[in-house]
């Protein structure tokens, strides 16, 4: 059973434009809330996070909504630039009392020049 | 600052050895968790350690184990090597781990492959 999703497995946008990409999940207990950037052949690089206390994060280009009622996040990258282009991961914690990540499956975006 | 390393980078096995891995954490990290990435089920908590002591498990069999050194240093090890482990296990530290709510930040991997 899957705790955290995204259910689009690649997006395409091009340069200069938005890219959204969209996180869902289903333990109402997550508090902490994550994303993370991976090119191939590295680890993954935290990009940005969120606390359930809040419902935005900003960080220069990028942008982290939750939505608590709806169990959604979403991650705004604006504008969007070819270095852009990796894999995209939303990973979910109960970090009161669970010292783990629950990651999601991952979103490949491709910004085009 | 250095970041994560992890070694080696690269390891070839075959079915019914074991293996070690190794993780050094950014200095001053206490925490260190292991993951395991494969296509099919994305990247997978392992176990965390904190100060020398296992903290969290994932949902994994006992032939995976990890430890954690004084230095907080980690390694992990798995036995009897099934081909179903082949995958990239990651290592992540942070100061005080998530029960902080600190942010991990991930070394590039270890790619296991088992023949």
């Known amino acids: 059973d899957q705790q955290v999703k995204q259910n689009s497995p690649s997006l395409s946008v091009q340069e200069g434009r938005i890219s959204i990409l969209n996180c869902d999940y289903t333990?109402?207990?997550?508090?902490?809330f994550l994303w993370y950037k991976k090119y191939p052949a590295e680890g993954p690089t935290f990009l940005i996070s969120?606390?359930?206390?809040?419902d935005k994060n900003e960080d220069g280009r990028f942008t982290v909504f939750l939505n608590k009622s709806a169990k959604h996040l979403s991650l705004h990258i604006v504008p969007s630039q070819p270095g852009d282009s990796a894999v995209y991961f939303c990973?979910?914690?109960?970090?009161?009392?669970?010292?783990?990540?629950?990651f999601g499956k991952g979103t490949k975006l491709s910004v085009k020049p | 600052k250095a970041g994560v390393t992890q070694t080696p980078r690269y390891l070839i096995k075959t079915r019914g050895q074991q293996v070690t891995l190794s993780c050094s954490p950014i200095?001053?990290?206490?925490?260190v968790s292991w993951y395991q990435q494969t296509p099919g089920q994305g990247l997978q908590f392992l176990f965390e350690?904190?100060?020398?002591?296992?903290?969290n498990k994932g949902n994994f069999p006992g032939r995976f184990s990890g430890r954690q050194f004084s230095n907080s240093r980690s390694e992990m090890n798995v036995s009897t090597l099934e081909l179903g482990d082949s995958a990239l296990y990651l290592c992540?530290?942070?100061?005080?781990?998530?029960?902080?709510?600190?942010?991990?930040?991930f070394g590039p991997g270890t790619r296991l492959t088992v023949l």
């Open positions: 992540a530290s942070s100061p005080l781990g998530l029960a902080a709510y600190n942010e991990q930040f």
């Open positions: 333990n109402s207990m997550f508090d902490y």
């Open positions: 969120i606390s359930s206390i809040k």
């Open positions: 990973a979910a914690s109960n970090g009161g009392s669970q010292g783990n990540l629950i």
């Open positions: 200095s001053g990290h206490r925490s």
């Open positions: 350690y904190f100060s020398e002591t296992q903290r």
